[in-house]
């Protein structure tokens, strides 16, 4: 029987979660499996990978065959490494000791370079949060200057409006100040010409005795003559 070493996806859609596995070659993808070798998670950043490497790497030596992504994984955590190492110890090439102590370090480096990536992803989230705080701060900074500005202009409008009213209010008073003097000199114009119509009246009999007066004298003027 051919056993592959294979991902058997589950997760929601659109959020997908991986288990690995070493499954027979004929089953369907996401059908029976043979054993669980551990987990993949892929929409973490970096991704979150829990693997058995003691369990990956025995079936590796039993001749399973992983697929790229699997063997990209099993690369990654070392099985691979190991499952090479155990073929250098089963030749005689080297001791379980010196092994184990390669695979120990190279297990310290790749933990080192995946705790850097963590730390400059780290620092990329915090400055990237730092960016998006001040410029939601300048964003603050300027609604509330645009507030203030339009409070001002509303303050303005009711000042200059109050001023208008005043004004308006002291020239209507002004106006109808006016109005009544004039009014008021109106109707005291008649009481003037009434005193002028006496003095005519009286005047007029006087007139009237001179000029009865002038011909009586020219007569006079006349019989003396003769």
Avoid: C
Avoid at 36 to 60: C, E, F, M, R, S
Avoid at 99 to 121: F, I, S
Avoid at 154 to 181: G, Q
């Amino acid at each position: 029987m051919s056993v592959k070493i294979r991902l058997q996806r589950h997760g929601k859609k659109g959020k997908p979660f991986y288990w690995i596995v070493a499954a027979d070659a004929r089953a369907k993808r996401d059908g029976r499996f043979l054993e669980k070798l551990g987990t993949y998670n892929p929409t973490a950043n970096p991704a979150i990978i829990d693997l058995n490497l003691d369990k990956a790497v025995q079936w590796l030596h039993n001749g399973a065959q992983p697929t790229d992504t699997a063997r990209a994984i099993l690369s990654y955590k070392g099985a691979l490494l190991k499952h090479h190492l155990d073929g250098g110890v089963r030749k005689g090439a080297l001791t379980q000791e010196q092994a184990d102590a390669k695979l120990a370090k190279w297990l310290e480096e790749k933990a080192g370079k995946v705790d850097a990536k963590k730390d400059g992803l780290s620092k990329k989230q915090a400055e990237a949060k730092a960016k998006a705080l001040k410029a939601e701060k300048e964003a603050n900074e300027k609604r509330l200057a645009k507030a203030a500005a339009v409070e001002t202009v509303e303050e303005v409008a009711e000042e200059v409006e109050a001023v208008a009213e005043e004004t308006v209010a002291e020239v209507t008073e002004t106006v109808e100040n006016t109005v009544e003097e004039t009014v008021a000199e109106v109707t005291e114009a008649p009481e003037t010409e009434a005193p002028a119509e006496e003095a005519v009246a009286e005047a007029a009999p006087e007139v009237e005795a001179a000029a009865e007066e002038a011909p009586a004298a020219e007569e006079a003027s006349e019989e003396t003559e003769a």
